[in-house]
């Protein structure tokens, strides 16, 4: 998203192709928002800082998947602010997540890729596969369902970086089969770390590696981000040389969407994304209550007609799942 244990041993990593593309690890249907909730840079809401966030209820209707920002890829700590939010989930209390709301922990982002580079744990296979053994402890510890690889240029430019965080994924398969891992890339695909993820995670027949669950597509204008579905969905059948090799499930690409969007842009993405069987809508991104804004402008906690447009989009979604 732009803006801002045990000991290593490296194992034969195995894959199992298997047809679709999340093995029921996301719902059918997302609603995703990214929020706010930890940034090195901006004071009082460090990594380390205790402070008490608290969702707005168009986020608790209007979402079914919450994407926590961001993990510090120098650290690699689990901010406070995750922990405090996400041992909330089901308890009802005030600014709670609900029950069924999967919750992601986001490693990364614009910055941390460009003030970071390269990320430690990336320069060799044998420190990703171990970082992987710590991220395997992560949903007992601190109550998530799974990680977004948000990993960018920057430090996902460098030439190692991408095979040794495919090694990660797979490490991480090893011992969490039923985590959630979602790889955020850009409308055209442009950082080579989030094109070999891809490119190891599906197949040209679209069937599955199990590596990454999800391409989430980093577009933020209205509904552009349904015109470049095919650079994933379609992306072995693009020109000689293109980055992405494979063909990427229907149902495993996230259409991008802005915080704040005209309320029929995102009932059409939602539409759409029923139409053409795709996973969903991220939504870049919404603040929380008591939280931090990067761009006010950008904040989906600012519009009231936004907010309004995902709970209908979350309505749509669940009565296209039965629920």
């Known amino acids: 998203m732009t803006t801002t244990k045990l000991p290593s041993t490296t194992t034969k990593m195995t894959t199992t192709t298997t047809p679709g593309s999340s093995v029921g690890r996301y719902p059918d249907k997302v609603v995703g928002f990214y929020i706010t909730l930890a940034d090195d840079t901006v004071e009082g809401y ?7 966030p608290k969702l707005y209820e168009y986020q608790q209707t209007g979402a079914n998947v919450l994407f926590f920002t ?3 890829p120098e650290t690699m700590q689990v901010p406070k602010s995750f922990q405090k939010l996400a041992a909330t989930r089901g308890t009802g209390v005030d600014g709670a997540i609900p029950k069924d709301t999967k919750v992601i922990f986001a490693i990364g982002g614009y910055s941390y890729s460009l003030d970071y580079n390269p990320w430690k744990w990336l320069t060799s296979q044998e420190k990703a596969e171990a970082m992987a053994e710590e991220v395997a402890t992560w949903p007992e510890r601190f109550g998530c369902d799974g990680i977004d690889l948000d990993i960018e240029e920057g430090a996902g430019s460098r030439p190692e970086a991408g095979s040794n965080l495919v ?14 891992v979602g790889q955020p890339a850009y409308g055209f695909p442009q950082v080579p770390a989030e094109s070999d993820v891809i490119n190891a995670s599906w197949n040209v027949d679209s069937t599955s590696n199990n590596v990454a669950d999800s391409v989430g597509l980093m577009v933020y204008e209205g509904t552009e981000a349904l015109r470049y579905v095919d650079n994933y969905a379609k992306g072995a059948e693009q020109w000689e ?14 259409l ?31 603040s929380v209550r008591n939280g931090f804004q990067y761009e006010i402008s950008w904040d989906a906690s600012t519009s009231t007609d936004s907010q309004h447009a995902y709970v209908s989009a979350m309505q749509n979604f669940n009565a296209h799942m039965g629920k």
């Open 167 to 180: 090694h990660f994924v797979r490490r991480l398969r090893q011992l969490r089969p039923d985590i959630i």
């Open 46 to 52: 460090h990594t380390g800082d205790d402070w008490d």
């Open 241 to 254: 040389g293109f980055p992405i090799r494979v063909n990427v499930p229907r149902d495993a690409i996230l």
């Open 256 to 286: 991008g969407c802005k915080g704040v969007t005209a309320s029929q842009s995102i009932v059409t993405l939602a539409d759409e994304s029923i139409r053409q069987d795709l996973l969903g809508v991220m939504v870049w991104y919404a």
């Open 70 to 72: 961001f993990v510090n």
